[in-house]
């Protein structure tokens, strides 16, 4: 069985919820698109919190930072009974030999929380995380978490320790399988990723 994890960069267009068998996991980013039908979705900023507490509902249940629950209880101490459900709340995980500042992202701390928690699911398909071939970080939640911001989202610095959070991951699951799917564009992945003995890569049609 496998995990989905379900990025927000443009190339989630590629993902097709009909074509997956409903054994599967199926783990939002954010505010994911509700027709993906998601078991969970992970929130860790406080930026993305601060909407939910306002009243924005997620695509399912929640699976929060600490940083972020304890956001919401200073806020709200009844948000818990608000949301739609919470699957879990746990530590976002940091290595300062990858950034001195830096935490994992939603989609790494869904892969980390998944894989631990459903280990009867071997095979990880990683879709719309468009950092592995590209510098543009752009989401599809940037609507939501940043509706007035007019400058590009072009971030060499924050993909390049992305990357170090990736191949940390890959390197701890060697017993996973993980399939990084990207646009029939000719994109071409981040140097050193497609070598990787436990990554495949999938190229999509949009």
Request: hydrophobic share 35%; charged share 25%; proline share 5%.
């Amino acid at each position: 069985m496998s995990i989905h994890i379900l990025g927000n960069g443009p190339s989630i267009q590629c993902f097709d919820r009909s074509a997956w068998s409903e054994t599967d996991m199926f783990v939002g980013c954010n505010f994911s698109d509700p027709s993906f039908r998601v078991n969970y979705t992970s929130v860790i900023d406080v930026g993305a919190m601060k909407h939910l507490l306002r009243g924005r509902v997620p695509a399912g249940p929640l699976l929060l930072s600490t940083r972020a629950a304890k956001h919401g209880d200073r806020v709200d101490p009844d948000w818990r009974d608000k949301t739609v459900g919470i699957e879990a709340i746990a530590d976002l995980p940091r290595d300062r030999t990858i950034s001195r500042n830096l935490s994992m992202n939603s989609a790494q701390h869904g892969t980390v929380y998944s894989i631990k928690t459903y280990s009867d699911h071997d095979v990880i398909h990683l879709w719309g995380i468009d950092s592995f071939w590209s510098t543009d970080i752009r989401s599809t939640t940037d609507a939501i978490v940043r509706p007035n911001q007019t400058n590009g989202r072009d971030k060499p610095k924050i993909t390049r320790q992305w990357h170090g959070y990736w191949r940390k991951i890959f390197s701890e699951h060697a017993d996973h399988e993980f399939v990084i799917h990207r646009p029939h564009l000719g994109v071409e992945l981040v140097s050193g990723f497609a070598d990787v003995s436990n990554v495949r890569v999938v190229d999509e049609r949009p």
